[in-house]
């Protein structure tokens, strides 16, 4: 009896490893998938026409909406583990009968999930997510597909439906107030130059006026010196001597030198007088 439960224990364990060991948990996959210990294929590498489908799986409804450009997490769960190599492959599927494309490729299996990027601008309504194992150790590989849909970036998780109202609109029955005018900005300061030099003083009154041009100064002749004195005249002593009854009789005394007549007189003058004008001259010149 022993024997035979520990028979019985291998032959289950023999089963487990050749139908499954790794199945697709995040996003959902389709109807029978996702089932431990999940099917597997027993050849590898994988064949191209079973790398273009999905295991024979039927199409269900979208499990996820995911969003063109931005990342996506993809988990997974392993039953029993095996040298991953050469390792997980994730890829899409825009349309059904096109071909899938690969996101990654390579991807450690004992992680138990990855994250990869969606292309940018591609959207799709009917999109698949293909999640394949193959183990070279195992001899085979696992396979198991989810349906999603791609929306563009402004479409993702949160963006407002058609016919929305967005932020700030008003509700049903309201009217809308416009918003305040806006004001134009004010220009910068202007900036200080350097300072220029400085203008004349302010006066009071008007401008101060100018003193008058004067006229150069005037040299004055020089003062002749005296001419030769005239030599004076001798005094007269008159000696009167009253009588009585007699006439008045004067007995005038010379004096030793003769008087100077008139002519003597006119030389000297003539002399001083021609010093005067040649002065005069002078002084006319320097002017």
């Not at 023999?14 to 996959?29: E, R």
Request: proline letters at 17%; aromatic letters at 4%.
């Amino acid at each position: 009896m022993v024997h035979l439960g520990f028979y019985a224990l291998v032959a289950t364990a023999a089963a487990c490893l050749v139908d499954g060991h790794a199945i697709l948990v995040d996003p959902k996959p389709r109807a029978g998938q996702g089932l431990a210990p999940g099917p597997k294929f027993g050849n590898f590498p994988p064949t191209a026409e079973q790398l273009a489908g999905c295991a024979n799986s039927t199409a269900g409804p979208i499990s996820k909406t995911l969003t063109a450009g931005q990342n996506i997490d993809v988990k997974w769960a392993v039953t029993i583990p095996h040298v991953s190599a050469p390792g997980v492959r994730l890829a899409i599927q825009w349309a059904p009968g096109q071909a899938f494309q690969v996101l990654a490729n390579g991807l450690d299996v004992s992680k138990n999930g990855s994250s990869v990027a969606l292309p940018a601008g591609k959207t799709s309504n009917a999109a698949v997510l293909q999640w394949m194992w193959a183990s070279q150790e195992d001899g085979g590989f696992y396979l198991e597909c989810s349906d999603v849909a791609v929306k563009a970036l402004q479409d993702g998780p949160g963006a407002p439906g058609p016919g929305a109202p967005g932020p700030g609109a008003p509700g049903p029955g309201k009217t809308a107030v416009p918003p305040p005018p806006t004001r134009a900005p004010l220009p910068p300061p202007a900036t200080p130059g350097p300072p220029g030099p400085p203008g004349p003083l302010p006066t009071q009154g008007g401008p101060i006026p100018l003193p008058p041009p004067q006229a150069p100064k005037q040299t004055q002749a020089p003062t002749p010196g005296p001419g030769p004195k005239a030599e004076p005249p001798a005094s007269k002593t008159t000696t009167k001597t009253k009588t009585h009854g007699a006439n008045k009789t004067a007995a005038a005394t010379k004096s030793p030198n003769p008087p100077v007549s008139g002519s003597d007189n006119v030389a000297p003058i003539k002399a001083a007088t021609a010093v005067l004008a040649a002065a005069a001259a002078a002084a006319m010149a320097l002017l």
